[in-house]
């Protein structure tokens, strides 16, 4: 059999080979020709699995190594007998580590602590639950807005956008992109949603650029009303708008799931649905060669710290966001680049925490989030 693969789904090299051809391109660069004769399609969210590219193919099973699935047209797929998978939840985790650095740096930098405050939460699934994991291990009280979820469960644990936008100190957005129908989250923050959010609240997209209208958002950052914005999606990819990074606080090219963690989860994930798919004889694989951190040991003196800049100093370590957001504002050209050779990231559950003169509530927040204590 042909497999044709992203070039930069890490992990994949040599795996597949034994039992296949595998064909690897840039994945903005696969086209159909490339695929007349294939039998599997291994990508990222660069390639648009459309009909125009799929049509008449060789192509039986498309597997994406990301959450979302938006870039496949899955009605033409399943009407031409096409299986499909994405990577549901691969890169929770790395997205919690995401938001945890990007608001105790918030916190920090703006001198506020944030526990007692309220999170909005938009769109509680795979990433969005870490989120809520997070917050409530910090000490944030949450508002969780989650139609399909709503109808499913009943209204009890969720509450209306509508009051998100009008009680939350921070609002933070974790949905899929949806286009039409009932649950559409295409422009779903415009002039009007803007408007209600109340004065001081600051706005984090990690989903979908699509979701927010570019202009309306600038328009609002404008106004003086928000606290600020942290970006790590852009609608247009990857030629972000460069006044609407200019406004924000942090800014990062589309990465917050992009630990190397992460990646080998979403990995393993289309490497087994497709062995499944074709019953080639590897079963439950899983990368055996993920880089270790460079400094996998924590050392922390909590003496006259608070309990936040302890946590706050052992995310860091983990991941400094500021590295992200500095090379996106020196090059934003450069932003397919960053993604494609970004550095390892380990999770958080990759390193040890020695903490002295620290509090048990420290403690107990950085085992919560996955950090080994020694």
């Given at each position: 059999?042909?497999?044709?693969?992203?070039?930069k789904i890490p992990?994949?090299?040599?795996?597949?080979?034994?039992?296949?051809?595998?064909?690897?391109?840039?994945?903005?660069?696969?086209?159909?020709k490339d695929i007349?004769?294939?039998?599997?399609?291994?990508?990222?969210?660069?390639?648009?699995?459309?009909?125009?590219?799929?049509?008449?193919?060789?192509?039986?099973?498309?597997?994406?190594?990301?959450?979302?699935?938006?870039?496949?047209?899955?009605?033409?797929?399943?009407?031409?007998?096409?299986?499909?998978?994405?990577?549901?939840?691969?890169?929770?985790?790395?997205?919690?580590?995401?938001?945890?650095?990007?608001?105790?740096?918030?916190?920090?930098?703006?001198?506020?602590?944030?526990?007692?405050?309220?999170?909005?939460?938009?769109?509680?699934?795979?990433?969005?639950?870490?989120?809520?994991?997070?917050?409530?291990?910090?000490?944030?009280?949450?508002?969780?807005?989650?139609?399909?979820?709503?109808?499913?469960?009943?209204?009890?644990?969720?509450?209306?956008?509508?009051?998100?936008?009008?009680?939350?100190?921070?609002?933070?957005?974790?949905?899929?992109?949806?286009?039409?129908?009932?649950?559409?989250?295409?422009?779903?923050?415009?002039?009007?949603?803007?408007?209600?959010?109340?004065?001081?609240?600051?706005?984090?997209?990690?989903?979908?650029?699509?979701?927010?209208?570019?202009?309306?958002?600038?328009?609002?950052?404008?106004?003086?009303?928000?606290?600020?914005?942290?970006?790590?999606?852009?609608?247009?990819?990857?030629?972000?708008?460069?006044?609407?990074?200019?406004?924000?606080?942090?800014?990062?090219?589309h990465i917050a799931?992009?630990?190397?963690?992460?990646?080998?989860?979403?990995?393993?994930?289309?490497?087994?649905?497709?062995?499944?798919?074709?019953?080639?004889?590897?079963?439950?694989?899983?990368?055996?060669?993920?880089?270790?951190?460079?400094?996998?040991?924590?050392?922390?003196?909590?003496?006259?710290?608070?309990?936040?800049?302890?946590?706050?100093?052992?995310?860091?370590?983990?991941?400094?966001?500021?590295?992200?957001?500095?090379?996106?504002?020196?090059?934003?050209?450069?932003?397919?680049?960053?993604?494609?050779?970004?550095?390892?990231?380990?999770?958080?559950?990759?390193?040890?925490?020695?903490?002295?003169?620290?509090?048990?509530?420290?403690?107990?927040?950085?085992?919560?989030?996955?950090?080994?204590?020694?």
């Open positions: 059999m042909k497999i044709v693969a992203d070039d992990f994949l090299k040599g795996v597949l080979e034994p039992y296949a051809e595998v064909v690897y391109l840039p994945g903005n660069k696969i086209s159909r007349l004769d294939a039998d599997s399609l291994l990508i990222r969210t660069r390639t648009k699995c459309t009909e125009s590219l799929l049509k008449d193919t060789g192509v039986r099973f498309i597997g994406t190594a990301t959450i979302g699935f938006d870039h496949i047209d899955t009605q033409f797929c399943e009407k031409n007998k096409i299986m499909w998978t994405n990577a549901p939840g691969c890169n929770s985790v790395s997205v919690q580590q995401y938001m945890a650095a990007a608001m105790l740096k918030l916190a920090s930098e703006f001198r506020f602590n944030l526990a007692g405050k309220k999170l909005g939460i938009i769109g509680v699934g795979n990433v969005g639950s870490r989120v809520e994991k997070l917050a409530k291990l910090l000490g944030i009280n949450v508002l969780l807005n989650d139609p399909p979820r709503a109808r499913k469960e009943g209204d009890k644990n969720f509450v209306s956008l509508g009051e998100i936008l009008y009680n939350s100190d921070i609002v933070t957005l974790h949905v899929p992109l949806n286009i039409v129908g009932e649950d559409s989250t295409y422009h779903l923050f415009d002039d009007k949603t803007f408007k209600k959010m109340k004065k001081g609240t600051w706005f984090i997209n990690t989903s979908r650029g699509e979701v927010v209208m570019t202009q309306c958002l600038k328009k609002a950052l404008d106004s003086g009303k928000f606290g600020g914005a942290i970006l790590d999606v852009w609608e247009h990819e990857p030629d972000i708008d460069i006044d609407l990074m200019a406004k924000t606080f942090l800014s990062t090219p799931g992009y630990s190397t963690d992460g990646k080998a989860k979403g990995t393993s994930i289309i490497v087994n649905a497709l062995c499944h798919q074709f019953n080639l004889p590897l079963k439950e694989w899983f990368p055996q060669n993920i880089p270790e951190p460079e400094i996998p040991e924590i050392h922390i003196d909590g003496k006259g710290k608070t309990d936040e800049a302890v946590i706050l100093e052992a995310v860091l370590h983990t991941y400094n966001i500021d590295e992200d957001n500095i090379s996106l504002r020196f090059s934003p050209s450069d932003f397919e680049k960053q993604r494609g050779d970004y550095r390892v990231r380990r999770e958080f559950a990759a390193f040890n925490v020695s903490l002295t003169h620290g509090s048990n509530q420290a403690r107990k927040v950085l085992e919560g989030l996955g950090f080994r204590i020694i």
